[in-house]
């Protein structure tokens, strides 16, 4: 089944339902923080199927660069708002299908040791040596379903290790192993969300990201658990599932491989001198930043996100009227209004994460240009 064809319907920022109450300025920050990856990925010589930067959202991202450079990074609402006004123009998505799917993302913090304990005994891998890329990093909700790394041998590329084939000792004795953890549930969801914060005894931390995975798709194992009348649908929560899974550890580690998906991780440093990161290593911003199907929205493009139901993620009563900024992609991220929003790190960050499973609808701002002109034929792609 391919994707399905949208068009872009403009509007006005007048008529945009809670454009005037937003925090523009907090959204112009983030708006910064993948302005250069942009600028940057546009001057490299591309050596995959990735698309170029568009020119209108470089010159957005130039813009904003300048503005900020000459505010001292410092941008009051109303000249962020001035900015998106001046330089976008909001279109609504029109297009056949279910309406759009927010969920939630979170840094996680867990407990770690560098040296395997009885205690501590899950280890954290490292990017294996043979591991390749078949597609860039930012495609892989684009093309969810295609093989999206493999294993390097001397007969040519192979498959790699499925999830309990590492789990099982694949993977032992190759010196991968950043440090352990306890407890290999609290592993697996880290390597869902794709980052984390390791805090040791003696209380320093270090965090860490994303490295790269094994290429298989990645299987949600609470959608396993309900389709096979497991775990009822209504009670499905990220706590209830991580609850029913430690109440049976040997019935846990055999749902966990479902999901054959590995996800390997490399180390920020610090937890002081680093951020979360989203794809193309962009800082995360807590509460603006989304990740989505770059088959459909460009990274670094804002997208006004409205959710009347999601009234959680800032105890809002009104509920989620807010300008996000692409920053990252996940293998379940797959449609043009299917969004994943970062929630930050820690406990509270994961509880809001995990009880947002709401409707919403995406008002693309188009950075004003020829591709936003030609925004309203229809398209399976970012125009």
């Known amino acids: 089944m391919g994707a399905p064809r949208i068009s872009f319907e403009p509007e006005t920022f007048a008529e945009l339902e809670g454009w005037a109450g937003d925090d523009h300025a907090a959204a112009f920050v983030a708006f910064c923080k993948s302005a250069p990856r942009v600028i940057e990925r546009a001057t490299a010589t591309s050596t995959n199927s990735r698309p170029q930067p568009s020119e209108a959202l470089l010159k957005a991202c130039r813009r904003a660069c300048e503005l900020s450079r000459v505010n001292q990074g410092s941008v009051s609402g109303d000249v962020a708002r001035q900015f998106f006004e001046e330089n976008f123009t ?25 040296r395997r304990s009885d205690k501590f005994f899950v280890p954290v891998y490292a990017r294996p040596d043979d591991l390749v890329n078949l597609i860039d990093e930012a495609e892989r909700g684009a093309r969810a379903g295609e093989r999206t790394h493999a294993r390097r041998t001397a007969e040519g590329l192979k498959p790699y290790f499925t999830r309990a084939e590492i789990d099982q000792g694949a993977l032992e004795a190759q010196g991968l192993e950043l440090l352990y953890v306890e407890d290999p549930i609290d592993l697996f969801f880290m390597q869902v969300q794709g980052s984390g914060l390791i805090r040791f005894e003696d209380g320093s931390t270090v965090r860490l990201t994303y490295a790269g995975k094994n290429g298989f798709d990645y299987t949600s194992i609470g959608r396993f658990l309900i389709d096979n009348g497991l775990f ?27 999901n054959e998906s590995y996800v390997f991780f490399k180390e920020l440093g610090p937890v002081s001198e680093s951020a979360a990161l989203g794809v193309d290593d962009i800082a995360l911003s807590p509460g603006r930043s989304i990740a989505v199907d770059t088959a459909f929205h460009e990274i670094g493009t804002p ?20 300008l996000m900024i692409a920053q990252d992609v996940g293998s379940a991220i797959k449609g043009p209004e299917r969004g ?35 925004s309203t034929s229809e398209t399976n792609a970012t125009p």
């Not at 279109?91 to 560098?114: D, F, H, K």
């Not at 997208?303 to 807010?322: C, E, K, M, Q, Y």
């Open 90 to 114: 909001p279109y609504r998505l029109s297009y056949e299908g279910a309406p759009g799917i927010l969920t939630g993302y979170y840094e996680p913090e867990l407990s770690g040791a560098r």
């Open 232 to 258: 009822p649908s209504e009670d499905m929560t990220l706590q209830a599932l991580i609850d029913w899974l430690k109440a049976d550890r040997i019935r846990a580690r055999d749902v966990m491989w479902k």
């Open 303 to 322: 997208i006004f996100v409205r959710a009347p139901r999601l009234t959680h993620a800032d105890d809002s009563s009104t509920g989620f009227n807010r």
């Open 340 to 374: 994943d929003l970062f929630f930050g790190t820690g406990l509270q960050a994961g509880q809001r994460a995990g009880q947002t499973k709401h409707e919403g609808r995406f008002i693309v701002l188009l950075p004003n240009g020829p591709r936003a002109a030609r």
